[in-house]
């Protein structure tokens, strides 16, 4: 039903019977609010904390709530930056991105029990991912296509009334910053022996008004798992075009 108002603008007749039925109507109305409570524990603020790495590329330093953000197409970035929001209490949910691993996930610090995941929305899944974000604190999603400017609109709205956190996996119109991976360089590999064991990227984030990118250099992650900073501070994107480039050995996975 909160789907197809979403999409249509109006109640599916199908809706009735529960319009009618109060006690329906009202578990509904208590999970949503014991989810909401339950994150009110731990989140006293409008900005989500996320990766200490990531935070100094970020605008505020952190996640807005109510607002949207892209990343562009590397999972492990975005495992990184929602692990912060995870840790601190948040429950977020993934919707369609049914690759998504529960073995990776953990592996960057992410609460499996307060994690939900909805691989699957079907043609729906703006509805979905909009219905999601009435629950959940954080949500991840992967567009099949360009939602048109009015659904966006329209979602942006739901995220500032709710409180909600959108990640996109993809572009994103009216994003409040854009994270992409320039670089990307494995080590580990011998000659002709070895596995990959560390990886070293280059993080850059382009925010929605705060003017030229910034970069870091990142290990994403090292030879021991961890998400951490590989370079001595954060550079602007432009500075750095006139600094010696690294080989990239693959691209963001």
């Not at 999603?141 to 609109?153: I, N």
């Not at 993809?170 to 011998?190: D, F, N």
């Not at 925010?207 to 590989?230: H, I, Y």
């Amino acid at each position: 039903m909160i789907e197809h108002m979403f999409e249509h603008g109006a109640m599916p007749p199908a809706a009735a019977s529960m319009a009618g039925d109060p006690p329906r109507v009202e578990r509904v109305r208590e999970l949503r609010q014991r989810i909401r409570s339950m994150q009110a524990t731990t989140l006293d603020s409008r900005l989500l904390p996320t990766h200490s790495a990531l935070a100094p590329l970020l605008p505020g330093g952190g996640l807005k709530q109510g607002a949207a953000y892209s990343v562009d197409g590397s999972s492990a970035l975005l495992m990184a930056l929602l692990a912060g929001p995870s840790r601190a209490g948040a429950w977020c949910g993934v919707v369609g991105v049914p690759e998504f691993g529960i073995e990776a996930a953990a592996g960057f610090g992410i609460e499996l029990e307060r994690l939900v995941l909805i691989p699957h929305p079907g043609e729906e899944w703006l509805g979905v991912t909009a219905a999601t974000a009435d629950a959940l604190g954080v949500v991840v999603t992967r567009p099949p296509r360009r939602a048109s400017d009015a659904a966006a609109s329209r979602l942006a709205a739901r995220l500032r009334q709710r409180g909600s956190t959108l990640i996109v996996l993809g572009g994103w119109p009216q994003s409040e910053a854009t994270l992409s991976i320039a670089e990307s360089e494995w080590s580990g590999i011998g000659a002709g022996h070895g596995h990959l064991s560390a990886r070293r990227v280059t993080v850059t984030v382009t925010g929605r008004l705060s003017g030229r990118p910034k970069s870091a250099r990142l290990w994403l992650p090292d030879a021991e798992q961890r998400v951490r900073r590989a370079d001595a501070g954060t550079v602007d994107a432009g500075a750095a075009d006139g600094m010696a480039r690294e080989r990239v050995w693959g691209r963001a996975g």
